[in-house]
């Protein structure tokens, strides 16, 4: 053989060489993450049952400091958390020590100080469990009991996105009117015997008080994220006008994700799949308000899309709105990370995971039956869109890897 000839063979064989490493390792990198993507799944479940106790070990900090500690960038909470039960336990019966009206927005809350100095938001009950809200998605009151929901399936789905929510009774009587601010104080009222208000904010009426049962009113806390990490407000690009014949461009336009792509933040980072996440974790809860987000300012895409204001969900168990998937069937890509983690939760495994996370919530059981029958029916529902996005462009385009190593030193 030529020399000529054995160059060209050497770079032929060269060439094979390495293109089959390149593939082997790939398969490797893949079958790795997977397999992590399962041991995460796994140690998700086995600490799925979290028992309210106020034991702190190994540590003489406050619950407020540990959780405050656990923020960063891309995670409100770690995914191994042994002293969340404590945090939670200290949410929902530290003394309160201040009540005032909600921060600004549209439905009734109140922002409670506890014992401590932490900041929490108070959401009170307005509906049975059982009360289905009729007519748009987005109707009604907030649902107290879908914020603590909605964060428990945050931990479900492995996002750790959502900020600490727990039930809670407080006494209206002797919790609140005591240390309420004259504002607040100025808009309780009692009905027949039962202790209301009806607070501050856009939609807050005299005629529409939020009442207790007697003095003891049933809500939510949600634990306010600290003030080191402030949060910068975005529109959501796939954000509803909520005027009656006007649609937003997403609404008609099938390749609106391609001008999406072209604008910042969701031109590079992850801010874009972060959206699709929240697309998916919303339509699984049924909140179609999402139209805008929060994250940490000055992050430049890099940060998380926060979780927060989860309480216009499990209004309507018979409605699947599939309109909020919107972002994943128009841009027809979704995390690696994520399309395991719901495969893993499928054939019923969604709602008994759900079921055993809230039990020991205070204010159980958190959710009807029929709601948490809805989740399993519209996790199909995600599975077959992406299946459909799959057979449309491939695997290789639709399940995008994007892992990130996340610091808690």
Same mark, same amino acid.
């Given at each position: 053989?030529?020399?000529?000839?054995?160059v060209?063979l050497?770079?032929?064989?060269?060439?094979?060489f390495i293109?089959?490493?390149v593939?082997?390792?790939?398969?490797?990198?893949?079958?790795?993450?997977?397999?992590?993507?399962q041991?995460?799944?796994?140690?998700?479940?086995?600490?799925?049952?979290?028992?309210?106790?106020?034991?702190?070990?190994h540590?003489l900090?406050?619950?407020w400091e540990i959780?405050?500690?656990?923020?960063v960038p891309?995670?409100v909470?770690p995914?191994?958390t042994?002293?969340?039960?404590?945090?939670m336990?200290?949410?929902?019966?530290?003394r309160?020590?201040?009540?005032?009206?909600?921060?600004?927005?549209?439905?009734?809350k109140?922002?409670?100080i506890?014992?401590?100095?932490?900041?929490?938001?108070?959401k009170?009950k307005?509906?049975?469990?059982?009360?289905?809200v009729e007519?748009?998605?987005y109707a009604?009151?907030?649902r107290?009991?879908?914020?603590?929901?909605?964060?428990?399936?945050?931990r479900?789905?492995?996002?750790?996105?959502?900020p600490?929510?727990?039930?809670?009774?407080?006494n209206?009587?002797?919790?609140i009117?005591?240390?309420?601010?004259?504002?607040?104080?100025?808009?309780?009222?009692t009905?027949?015997?039962n202790?209301?208000?009806?607070?501050?904010?856009?939609y807050?009426?005299?005629?529409?008080?939020a009442?207790a049962?007697?003095?003891?009113?049933?809500? /939510?806390?949600? +634990?306010?994220? *600290?003030?080191v990490?402030? !949060?910068?407000?975005?529109?959501?690009?796939?954000?509803? =006008?909520?005027r009656?014949?006007?649609?937003?461009?997403?609404e008609y336009d099938?390749s609106?994700?391609d001008?999406?792509?072209?604008t910042s933040p969701?031109?590079?980072g992850?801010r874009?799949l972060d959206?699709?996440?929240?697309?998916?974790?919303?339509?699984?809860?049924?909140?179609?308000?999402?139209?805008h987000?929060e994250?940490?300012?000055?992050?430049?895409g890099?940060?998380m899309?926060?979780?927060l204001?989860?309480a216009?969900s499990?209004?309507?168990?018979?409605?699947d709105?599939r309109?909020?998937l919107?972002p994943?069937?128009q841009c027809?890509?979704i995390?690696?990370s994520?399309w395991n983690?719901?495969?893993?939760l499928k054939?019923g495994?969604?709602?008994s995971?759900?079921k055993?996370?809230?039990s020991h919530?205070?204010i /159980?059981?958190? +959710?009807?039956e *029929?709601?948490l029958?809805? !989740?399993?029916q519209?996790?199909?529902s995600?599975l077959? =869109?992406?299946?459909?996005?799959?057979?449309?462009?491939?695997p290789?385009v639709?399940?995008?890897e994007d892992?990130?190593t996340?610091?808690?030193?």
């Amino acid at each position: 053989m030529k020399l000529k000839q054995r160059v060209v063979l050497l770079a032929i064989l060269l060439v094979i060489f390495i293109f089959t490493k390149v593939f082997l390792i790939d398969n490797l990198d893949t079958s790795a993450a997977n397999r992590e993507d399962q041991r995460a799944f796994h140690r998700m479940m086995a600490g799925l049952h979290v028992e309210l106790d106020p034991r702190l070990e190994h540590t003489l900090q406050s619950p407020w400091e540990i959780a405050a500690q656990w923020v960063v960038p891309r995670e409100v909470y770690p995914e191994e958390t042994p002293e969340l039960g404590a945090v939670m336990h200290a949410m929902t019966t530290k003394r309160i020590i201040k009540a005032d009206v909600g921060y600004k927005g549209t439905q009734l809350k109140a922002l409670l100080i506890l014992e401590g100095g932490q900041k929490v938001v108070f959401k009170p009950k307005r509906y049975a469990r059982d009360y289905v809200v009729e007519g748009e998605p987005y109707a009604g009151y907030d649902r107290h009991n879908a914020e603590v929901a909605a964060f428990h399936l945050d931990r479900i789905l492995g996002f750790r996105r959502a900020p600490l929510v727990v039930g809670r009774f407080v006494n209206l009587r002797t919790e609140i009117k005591p240390v309420a601010t004259e504002q607040l104080l100025g808009t309780f009222m009692t009905v027949g015997n039962n202790t209301c208000f009806y607070g501050k904010c856009y939609y807050c009426r005299e005629t529409e008080p939020a009442c207790a049962d007697g003095d003891i009113m049933e809500g /939510s806390v949600t +634990l306010w994220l *600290p003030d080191v990490w402030p !949060l910068q407000k975005h529109r959501h690009p796939w954000g509803r =006008t909520y005027r009656e014949g006007k649609l937003a461009r997403w609404e008609y336009d099938e390749s609106y994700c391609d001008a999406v792509k072209k604008t910042s933040p969701y031109d590079s980072g992850p801010r874009l799949l972060d959206i699709i996440d929240t697309a998916i974790f919303d339509y699984l809860i049924g909140n179609a308000a999402r139209h805008h987000y929060e994250s940490f300012q000055d992050d430049e895409g890099a940060s998380m899309l926060i979780l927060l204001d989860n309480a216009k969900s499990f209004g309507n168990p018979a409605l699947d709105e599939r309109s909020i998937l919107a972002p994943l069937y128009q841009c027809c890509i979704i995390r690696v990370s994520t399309w395991n983690r719901l495969n893993y939760l499928k054939n019923g495994v969604l709602k008994s995971a759900l079921k055993t996370a809230m039990s020991h919530d205070p204010i /159980s059981p958190v +959710l009807s039956e *029929p709601h948490l029958d809805a !989740l399993d029916q519209r996790l199909l529902s995600i599975l077959a =869109t992406v299946k459909q996005c799959t057979d449309q462009f491939g695997p290789d385009v639709v399940l995008v890897e994007d892992r990130m190593t996340l610091s808690h030193l």
